[in-house]
């Protein structure tokens, strides 16, 4: 990326971080604490699946290292949302082993009105949230 991109980039993000701010809300990043449980709602459907394909529970997965590799911030329907990809390594103990990957991930938070909510978004014809506990 160019010199010239760099700096567009640097102030099409501080317009839109003004650009919230001056709606009077308070905006932040959404924090890793966040991040690692938009993650475990993401995996949590296959990872219910495995467990019938194992007919048995598996033991919940854990999510043991996060690594962020890119934010860009949007707005939808008129709130902060930030785009965020990284990957992630997660844990899973089954009864006889354990197993350990690597994964990437693509999240849509978006931060709520009052700024003290998140939710996770799905990109879609509309947008689906589900909020983030």
């Known amino acids: 990326m160019g010199l010239k991109q760099k700096i567009l980039v640097i102030l099409a993000v501080a317009w839109l971080g003004l650009g919230f701010v001056g709606c009077d809300r308070t905006v932040k990043f959404p924090n890793n604490q966040v991040v ?3 993650i475990a ?3 949590e459907p296959p990872h219910q699946r495995l467990g019938i394909e194992l007919d048995r529970p598996a033991g919940e997965p854990e999510i043991t290292k996060l690594h962020i590799r ?3 911030i ?3 329907g008129g709130l902060p949302t930030y785009k965020i990809q990284g ?4 844990l899973l103990k089954l009864p006889q082993h354990e197993l350990r990957s690597r994964q990437p991930f693509l999240l849509y938070i978006q931060q709520q009105a009052q700024g003290r909510t998140w939710r996770l978004l799905y990109p879609d014809k509309k ?3 589900y909020l983030i506990q």
């Open 74 to 76: 949007l707005a939808v």
């Open 41 to 43: 709602m993401q995996i």
């Open 70 to 72: 890119k934010i860009k």
């Open 127 to 129: 947008w689906r949230s």
């Open 36 to 38: 690692r449980r938009a």
């Open 87 to 90: 990957n992630y390594d997660v």
